[in-house]
């Protein structure tokens, strides 16, 4: 007889801490501050940006964890706004996932690998886009193939990158020489820096699935959240003052790979390289995860609908969702291949992807509201201090779907931005008529 299976309850406080850190420090905090810094009028500014980041992921954490003890057995985003908004915006925002969110966020991370790979060996005036498509293609070949991560080396390469964000953070701070005063940034824009910073503290929304294995979750899954999410915004401010203290926001501003620009002024080029090898790894990682999880959600969705039947089928061989991941490549390669068309692509897919993600971050962060109102069930983890942490997340949201729309007119990114913007944003809406269509049949 099938038995009923539940999570285990068995991480204790410090377990989920652990976790979150691992979940959110990526690749990210290598590339977003130089952009950042250019977006933002002083230091102070700055590292405001970086508190303030914190404090909104720590609102959506804590809103995330109760949706998840609601539900902890199902498909996160996508099962929340199915029972909170009905099946067509579940399937709107499972194809916006595959067209946009997932494989753009694949795209952005290969650009932070292209950068840091060009750090170490050019490869002409493409380089970094060229770096960027064999990562993605590379990554993609072994998923399919069924190679799995090595939990090992996951672990090793986070102590590796934690070991090199304490490393530039405490270099810059101790070794760090006066700057001029920095003026504001022509176009400077904090809704649009606070995307930047806000994308790097991204991978909360995962860690607040762990309410249903965190012990006494009721009373332990807030210590677990503000405990990890603090922990990660102390790391975060410490690297920034870093980047601040050794290069100025000027400097920062005119960095396409800051942390190795830190480290070749502190300790030259070879310091620079090995730095560089370091980032690239956790790109590689970053993008591992991504184009793992990715394909299971496409492979989930291809079950639930028949015109998407062939990414429902798994691969024996190997035991994959073959089919998934290779769409999936494929629409991370061509926005690889429509990133290298503009001056910077990893700032093109964060605006490719930005609008979108905060559209369904915004609707699923409102599905808390309709599941007071209308559950008579009381989870094992409800959100502190509600309504008004759910108030302060949802209006973030909104006011990020408003400056990711507003990155258009920024006049330093040009109109290939704006194209980008659009583009995320058609393709999306382009759920809408795609799924009227699969109900009528």
């Known amino acids: 007889m099938a038995r009923d299976t539940r999570p285990v309850e068995q991480l204790s406080i410090f377990d989920g801490i652990v976790l979150i850190c691992g979940m959110v420090i990526g690749a990210g905090i290598f590339k977003a501050p130089s952009i950042v810094a250019a977006n933002t009028s002083s230091g102070a500014q700055f590292i405001f940006a970086w508190i303030l980041g914190g404090a909104v992921s720590l609102c959506g954490a804590l809103v995330y964890a ?11 985003e996508y099962a929340f706004l199915s029972r909170g908004w009905g099946r067509g915006v ?21 650009f932070v690998f292209g950068d840091y790979a060009s750090e170490i060996f050019r490869l002409g005036e493409k380089s970094s886009a060229i770096y960027a498509a064999i990562g993605v293609a590379g990554l993609t070949a072994l998923n399919v193939a069924g190679t799995l991560e090595s939990k090992l080396l996951q672990r090793l390469m986070q102590v590796a990158l934690f070991a090199g964000l304490l490393y530039i953070a ?37 860690a607040a699935y762990l309410a249903g294995e965190v012990r006494n979750a009721r009373r332990n899954m807030t210590r677990v959240l503000v405990g990890g999410i603090l922990t990660v915004t102390v790391l975060y401010l410490l ?25 070749r002024a502190l300790s030259g080029d070879k310091g620079a390289v090995v730095l560089a090898i370091i980032v690239c790894l956790a790109a590689l990682t970053t ?10 959600t496409s492979y989930a969705f291809g079950r639930d609908f ?21 769409l999936q490549g494929v629409i991370a390669l061509v926005l690889v291949w429509a990133g290298s068309l503009t001056p910077d692509g990893f700032s093109a897919m964060v605006a490719y992807t930005a609008p979108v993600f905060w559209t ?38 909104a006011y990020m779907l408003y400056s990711s729309i507003d990155y258009i007119r920024n006049p330093d990114f040009g109109p290939s931005f704006g194209a980008a913007v659009f583009a995320g944003l058609i393709v999306m809406a382009a759920g809408v008529p795609l799924y009227f269509a699969l109900r009528a049949r």
Not at 249 to 254: E, F, I, N, P
Not at 287 to 296: H, K, Q, S, V
Not at 306 to 319: K, P
């Open 66 to 76: 109760e949706l998840a003890a609601r539900y902890p057995e199902t498909g996160g």
């Open 90 to 110: 579940a399937f709107v925002f499972a194809w916006a996932r595959m067209t946009v969110i997932q494989t753009g966020a694949i795209a952005a991370v290969s």
């Open 170 to 206: 405490f270099a810059g701070l101790l070794g760090h020489s006066p700057h001029p005063a920095s003026e504001a940034a022509s176009g400077s824009s904090f809704g649009l820096a606070m995307i930047f910073v806000l994308l790097t503290y991204g991978g909360w929304n995962e």
């Open 239 to 263: 690297v920034n003052l870093g980047y601040l203290a050794a290069l100025g926001l000027d400097g920062m501003r005119s960095s396409k790979a800051v942390a190795a620009d830190v480290v």
């Open 287 to 296: 993008m591992n995860a991504a184009i793992f999880t990715g394909a299971r």
């Open 306 to 326: 028949a015109l998407f039947g062939r990414l429902g089928t798994w691969r024996e061989a190997g035991s994959t969702p073959a089919n998934a991941l290779v």
């Open 360 to 397: 369904f971050f915004y609707l699923t962060g409102t599905t808390l509201f309709l599941f007071r109102e209308h559950g008579a069930e009381r989870p094992a983890f409800r959100t502190p201090l509600y309504p008004h942490i759910p108030i302060a997340f949802t209006v973030m949201c």
